[in-house]
């Protein structure tokens, strides 16, 4: 069997990068101010949704991890596949 695979990065309670793409609404280049970041990071898709989502789509989380981000603190990691 064949599988295709998301690894998503999730900050908080949002998940913010999948497959290293940006998930945010809000279109953002070069420096960008802290009050834009906010707005972008509040309309990237919460877990729960996105893993909901994914699920009808036929995916499937296979495991997650932890990484350590200097001293800000750590992001989680979700691994996910589904079959080709």
Not at 12 to 41: E, L, R, Y
Request: proline content about 2%; hydrophobic content about 35%; aromatic content about 10%.
């Amino acid at each position: 069997m064949k599988y295709e695979y998301q690894v998503c990065q999730v900050q908080g309670s949002k998940v913010t990068f999948v497959n290293g793409v940006f998930q945010s609404d809000v279109h953002i280049t070069g420096v960008v101010d802290p009050a834009t970041m906010d707005s972008a990071m509040d309309s990237c898709p919460s877990v729960w949704k996105y893993l909901n989502k994914m699920g009808r789509e036929g995916w499937e989380l296979v495991t997650s991890g932890t990484m350590s981000v200097s001293d800000e603190g750590s992001i989680q990691m979700l691994y996910l596949r589904r079959a080709v």
